[in-house]
């Protein structure tokens, strides 16, 4: 069984050797083909290369698009900060009365390219290996667009500002299950509580439709702040978080377990990962990373830990 089957047969239900590993791509992209990050995320060729060199080298499960919280704050008009090393970001937030234009959004900024690296992935490494997109979640977004006004603006303000942005994602993932990946990562990491995720959550149900539509897993990432995702463990097929989130979470049926950061450094706990796995009935369990991959973490490290934590043999 490929890593494809694996995956797929995982998101189905049903059972398979061991749990998928889907670290979040981050800054380690580059140091396999040596470039920068504007490099990187503005030309298609680099990171596709990259994409799928990363994956060869480490051995992880799936091509996982890169987690980038500027990409669609800058099709919206945003504007960016740029780093050799380290992902971009806004460098200047838009006043929360500038209404949002979603009007062309998939083909502003490096929408497009993010397009056609997924179409080229899926068409060249999509027999072998799974695709999974990624896209900011819509508070990740308007967080990225107004900076801290969010937090003394109206509610409905916000939500008719959530609505737009929505609408924009929708097609983006449209795009998505149009070039058949195989699944979409929702990275979700603004601040916020329980009670506000509870309240706007809304925001998400069109959005895993369309994935619903379109037959492709969706995976929705929580930042560590969120305490229980009880109330909307029904849209998304999984929830990746911290362990105490997920594990307590009774109603998410897949359960993404975000691994710290010292998973890398440090001696990796492999009985305590057996035993959920086991305790899980072998299914419906998967790893991942707390943060993206970065250049701080050294490659033997990586080689190791991603090795030890794909190999059959050890979840039998």
């Known amino acids: 069984m490929n890593q494809k089957e694996l995956v797929q047969k995982f998101f ?29 995320l503005q030309d298609d060729s680099t990171l596709y290369s990259s994409l799928i060199n990363t994956q060869k080298l480490l051995g992880y499960d799936a091509i996982i698009l890169p987690i980038d919280t500027s990409l669609e704050a800058e099709a919206f008009g945003a504007k960016l ?31 497009p390219i993010i397009k056609e690296v997924v179409e080229r992935l899926v068409a060249v490494q999509g027999k072998e290996l799974p695709i999974i997109a990624t896209i900011s979640g819509p508070f990740t977004i308007l967080q990225q667009l107004y900076g801290k006004e969010i937090e003394s603006a109206d509610t409905e303000l916000i ?13 983006l993932c449209k795009s998505f299950g149009d070039a058949k990946v195989d699944g979409i990562l929702i990275n979700e990491e603004a601040e916020m509580t329980s009670d506000q995720m509870k309240e706007l959550s809304r925001a998400y149900k069109p959005i895993f439709n369309v994935i619903k539509f379109y037959n492709i897993f969706g995976i929705l990432r929580l930042p560590d702040e969120i305490e229980s995702a009880e109330s909307i463990g029904d849209l998304s097929d999984a929830i990746l978080g911290p362990m105490g989130l997920v594990v307590n979470s009774k109603s998410v049926r897949t359960k993404g377990i975000a691994l710290p950061d010292s998973v890398w450094e440090e001696a990796l706990e492999f009985d305590e990962l057996s035993a959920m796995w086991k305790d899980n009935k072998k299914r419906r369990l998967f790893f991942s990373t707390r943060s993206p991959l970065n250049l ?5 490290d990586l080689q190791e830990k991603i090795a030890m934590l794909c190999a059959e043999e050890k979840w039998a």
């Open 12 to 40: 189905k239900g049903r059972a398979v050797t061991r749990p998928p590993f889907l670290p979040l791509p981050g800054t380690y992209l580059v140091k396999v083909d040596q470039v920068t990050i504007p490099t990187l």
């Open 81 to 111: 900060q740029w780093n050799d090393t380290e992902m971009p970001v806004v460098a200047e937030h838009l006043p929360m009365e500038r209404e949002i234009d979603e009007a062309d959004f998939l083909e502003r900024g490096r929408v």
């Open 159 to 171: 939500k008719s500002r959530l609505e737009t942005i929505t609408q924009a994602l929708i097609g």
């Open 296 to 300: 701080e973490i050294s490659l033997n």
